[in-house]
């Protein structure tokens, strides 16, 4: 596609529901990352795949939080008995990393998570 | 791990002055830094990025300067104009592409006419 698509744009949630967020990744780019940005805040890393594996689930700030990544493309990000701390906007980015370096990363438009 | 400072958080100028943001990272490893511009309800997206085989790289307006010594590197905006009122992010990471990048919090950039 043109550019890193995500679905909801929003979504508003009661608290204690489960949520998925969809990411699809620019066509080719085998790295794909998720960020979290809540209001006033920086870029919170959470989760970063290459390909289909997770190399670095760090970020991830609880076990209610998870993400899989399947056919290297499509990566949804899972939110388990949702709390009022989760809201934020979540943002997602891929690259594409090539020989002799790079790491441009693109985002998306971001899911805007409201949990209320 | 990576942890990236970034400041000021806020920083407001007049149009036509010049605008500085300061970023220091921990990892001597690191040697990629990208600056992010982001708009009010839009994504971030890239302005400029140094690499660590060059001290210093220029986009018209727009400059970045990298210390590796000193692990700082700073954005700066010559000319400030309206436009360039958004909130601007300093990240670091290694350049190879398989690996992740840590961000500052962000400086809010406000440009008065």
């Known amino acids: 596609g043109a550019g890193v698509s995500q679905s909801p744009s929003n979504k508003v949630t009661e608290k204690g529901k489960d949520v998925e967020l969809r990411c699809d990744p620019i066509s080719g780019h085998t790295a794909l990352y998720w960020y979290r940005q809540s209001l006033g805040q920086g870029l919170e890393f959470l989760i970063y795949f290459q390909g289909n594996s997770a190399p670095d689930k760090s970020g991830l700030p609880s076990d209610r939080f998870s993400a899989e990544r399947t056919g290297g493309s499509v990566s949804t990000l899972t939110i388990q008995r949702t709390q009022q701390e989760d809201s934020a906007v979540y943002l997602c980015?891929?690259?594409?990393?090539?020989?002799?370096?790079?790491?441009?990363?693109?985002f998306g438009e971001g899911s805007w998570l409201t949990v209320v | 791990g990576e942890n990236v400072e970034q400041h000021p958080s806020t920083l407001s100028v007049q149009e036509g002055d010049s605008a500085v943001i300061k970023c220091t990272y921990s990892d001597s490893a690191s040697n990629y830094f990208p600056w992010y511009k982001q708009e009010l309800g839009k994504r971030p997206q890239l302005i400029i990025d140094i690499r660590s085989n060059v001290g210093e790289k220029k986009d018209q307006r727009i400059a970045v300067t990298l210390n590796k010594t000193a692990k700082h590197f700073s954005l700066h905006i010559t000319e400030t104009q309206p436009e360039d009122s958004a909130v601007y992010f300093c990240?670091?990471?290694?350049?190879?592409?398989?690996?992740?990048?840590?961000f500052g919090k962000g400086t809010m950039l406000l440009v008065s006419p």
């Open positions: 980015a891929s690259s594409a990393p090539h020989r002799g370096g790079g790491n441009t990363i693109y």
């Open positions: 990240a670091a990471g290694l350049n190879s592409g398989y690996s992740t990048l840590t």
